[in-house]
């Protein structure tokens, strides 16, 4: 039973760039959110996905946008890269729309801005 | 503004001994709150969770106390075990599943 999977693992990105991280759900999953961990804190919330639509946002501005395709497959754009962008992205993966009780995370993502 | 804090950075608890895990909170509309574990180059993992209607709940080693009163949680891990070193994470949602926020984690190192 596969789990939570994120590509890239690591990823290096120049100031202003833009950025896709990938995330594929534990299998019987349909709801992907996104967080971003900054060094030395908890993960953020960014967003959720569901049935192809953000049903949720967290306080992070419209640089940050999602899609999640018809196999509840999720990828996370980041436009004009800021030095503070650099940061551990986590994807996990949940049931039902809701599921932020009992998340399945996958690995990250490390992202670092230069 | 921190909504979800843990204010001890790291612990280090001698093997067989009892780990007590802190995580304090300011919003009183959280109702439901969780524990994950984050070993390195991992995603976080789901530990044990606890709804504000009660004061304790308990999974094997693990076990979760809820003081809404002093909005204050605990995570008890008795007795510790060197595969528990790992970083926890205290979290807090609202009952609809909105507001859902993470602490900054403890580091705790168990000792052989």
């Known amino acids: 039973d596969a789990g939570v999977t994120q590509s890239p693992t690591h990823l290096i990105k120049t100031r202003g760039q833009q950025v896709t991280l990938r995330c594929s759900p534990k299998?019987?999953?349909?709801?992907v959110s996104w967080y971003q961990q900054a060094l030395g804190q908890g993960p953020q919330f960014i967003f959720q996905y569901y049935e192809e639509e953000e049903r949720q946002r967290g306080n992070f501005p419209d640089r940050f946008s999602g899609h999640q395709f018809p196999n509840y497959s999720s990828e996370l754009n980041v436009n004009a890269l800021l030095l503070g962008d650099s940061a551990l992205y986590l994807c996990a993966s949940s049931l039902g729309g809701g599921g932020i009780y009992e998340q399945y995370f996958g690995p990250g993502t490390r992202l670092t801005v230069t | 503004d921190q909504q979800v804090k843990q204010n001890s950075p790291s612990l280090s608890v001698q093997e067989g001994r009892i780990s007590i895990l802190n995580c304090d909170y300011t919003n009183s509309m959280f109702d439901y709150f969780l524990w994950y574990k984050k070993y390195p180059a991992e995603g976080p993992t789901f530990l044990i969770s606890i709804s504000s209607i009660k004061d304790k709940n308990e999974d094997g080693r693990f076990t979760v106390f809820l003081n809404k009163s002093a909005k204050h949680l605990s995570l008890h891990i008795v007795p510790s075990q060197p595969g528990d070193s790992a970083v926890y994470f205290c979290a807090a949602s609202d009952n609809y599943g909105q507001n859902f926020v993470f602490g900054p984690g403890t580091r705790l190192s168990v000792l052989p």
């Open positions: 299998s019987g999953h349909d709801t």
